[in-house]
């Protein structure tokens, strides 16, 4: 089980990114991705989350309505679309998987995660 988190770089406020976690190794189907970040200086958070079928989707209460979780099982990828990015959105994002379905209560506990990407770095400047 593998997944290759791509796409971070440097922005300035309010600009957009995308970031893909790219699996192999298993099907995306039957697994609950999610997206964690961890800036400067703090402990790593969940961010986003979404179940095997994408029905269910869960947000940190600081980016809803800005960042939007996306999969597209049929190649395996998981996005996060960031949009009207601030400087404290500055910070290393991974992605996660786990074949836990999620609940609002749980999908925020990295225990529950299983296999871990690389992570991507995000900077944001004001």
């Known amino acids: 089980v593998q997944l290759q988190a791509s796409g971070g770089g440097l922005v300035q406020a309010g600009e957009s990114l995308r970031l893909s976690c790219a699996t192999s190794?298993?099907?995306?189907?039957?697994?609950?991705i999610a997206w964690f970040r961890q800036a400067p200086g703090k402990e790593r958070e969940g961010v986003s989350c979404?179940?095997?079928?994408?029905?269910?989707?869960f947000y940190v209460d600081s980016v809803k309505g800005r960042f939007t979780i996306s999969r597209d099982n049929n190649k395996n990828t998981a996005y996060l679309l960031m949009n009207s990015l601030k400087p404290e959105d500055t910070a290393v994002y991974y992605c996660?998987?786990?074949?836990?379905?999620?609940?609002?209560?749980?999908?925020?506990?990295?225990?529950?995660?299983?296999?871990w990407g690389q992570g991507t770095l995000v900077t944001v400047s004001s």
């Open positions: 190794g298993f099907t995306l189907d039957y697994y609950t």
């Open positions: 979404a179940s095997y079928s994408g029905n269910r989707k």
């Open positions: 996660a998987a786990t074949t836990v379905s999620p609940l609002s209560s749980t999908w925020r506990r990295e225990e529950i995660y299983n296999s």
